[in-house]
């Protein structure tokens, strides 16, 4: 009950006092005690602000001190899980008893920070609610009571004309329009956006069939084309993977640059031919992949499969025979968008794993960053693909942040032996800060556009083992023979 007393005696005192000097103050002169009232609430306003700001700038200090906490405890974790030979136990429990005093510490100073602002809570509120019974400054109206006075008042009302006084009646209604009614207004302006929705959207564009059947045309004539692009790896900017990217040669061979994906795709979705374009495209990566493993090298390809070949198993049976008779195949990785990943049924899970462990799994085209590490793990994803612009400018996006911060995001899937790839780069000055969030590796114009792959790479005969021959007769020296032959 003391400390109770303690901590509030400067304000039972302050009310006490007000009572005294308020209390007779606000019979005789009742607008210089609202005024007086008014102004000591202000103060009080002030110091609860100023109080306020100094919690704010001790939250932040915390939340700082919890940071670099955070960060030192991803360190240890790291060095737990990876423990260099010469390291001893020792170091490690001592690293841990110090991690845990400061998070003894950290705990009483949250616990002390937490009575203080729920204090500090109670008192603005009791602050807030003390202005409502300062409508005592009604008693304005006391001067009412003079209405004797009124008796030199009727001069003013007889001093005007008739016309004049017709003029003024509208005066009279002002009352009401300076009512709630006012407010109306801007609700009455609300009223017209409800024949909005009715109005028509602006049309899509009118398709052209001449365009469409070229389209068609072109991809039934093989103008299907395979670009490469490289993922490098942050800061080293050494390559690491590559991504197979379609593009489709509209009209006459080396007449105009290939169309995007964004220019063909819609239509061979409206054609029901994106399981062709997926069949052919993987057919062309694998070949991609044996070239590759030819040369020795260990780099991945990753191709971003159309989420309606999911709902056609006969491709995932191809994909999955073909990885079964050709291990070389298994730096090839298959990516879904983040959607795909979500909505997987019975079926498709049935399809999809029996290729792990043969080939990747790669997220892509992710609608948030709620990425659940352990669950993408356990689907067998090797690779999580998230534009840049999600990254550092998650804030744009609605509805994409998670409860982890960015920055923890690649750490986090990392853990988990899941590897996080910035997509989308264009702008050489969002390198560094894709550095600062420990984002592994990196995709984009700034670093190199996607290229064709080579004609030869393509047309390359499958290679095939050469017969074993058959061993000649054994040539021996004649010494041997005689030996023998004695």
Known sequence: MVPVLGRYAGLL???????????????????????????????????????????????????????????????????????????????LRAQIEELTVEFGLLSGIVRDLTTVVS??????????????????????PAPAPREPIPAAAPPPAAAPPQAVATARRPAVFEPPAVQPPAPEPPASVQVPPRPIPPRPIPPRPV???????????????????IHLQPVVSLPQRKVVAYEALARLRIGDPGA????EPETFLPVLERYGRTTELDRRMLQRAALVVRHLARRGSDTLLTYA?????????????????????????????????QASWRGLDAGQRGLLMPLRGRIGFSLDRPDDLRFDAVDLAALGIGQVRVPAAMLLRPQAIPGSLSDLAVEDTGPALARVGIRLVA?????????????????????????????????????APPETPEPPTEPGPERRPFRSVLRRAV
């Open 13 to 91: 005192t302050a009310t006490l006092l007000g009572l005294v000097v308020f209390g007779p103050l606000a019979v005789f002169l009742p607008l210089w005690s609202a005024l007086t009232l008014g102004a000591v609430s202000a103060a009080a306003s002030g110091l609860a602000l100023t109080r306020i700001k100094a919690l704010t700038a001790r939250c932040e200090k915390l939340s700082g001190e919890v940071d670099l906490l955070s960060r030192r405890l991803l360190k240890v974790e790291t060095t737990a899980v990876k423990p260099a030979p010469d390291s001893g136990e020792a170091a």
């Open 119 to 140: 204090t500090q809570d109670v008192e603005i509120a009791g602050l807030n609610a003390r202005p409502a019974p300062a409508p005592p400054a009604p008693p304005l």
């Open 207 to 225: 398709r052209d069939p001449a365009s469409e059947a070229e389209i068609i045309r072109a991809f039934e004539q093989d103008g299907l084309e």
């Open 256 to 259: 105009a640059a290939p169309a």
């Open 305 to 337: 499969l159309s989420p309606l070949s999911l709902f056609e198993p006969g491709l995932l049976r191809e994909l999955g025979r073909a990885v079964a008779e050709d291990p070389s195949l298994a730096g090839l990785v298959i990516a879904l968008p």
């Open 423 to 459: 997509t989308g780069i264009t702008d050489e000055a969002d390198i560094p800060d894709l550095i600062d969030l420990d984002v592994p590796f990196a995709q984009g114009t700034a670093f190199a556009a996607p290229r064709p792959v080579r004609t030869e790479v393509l047309t």
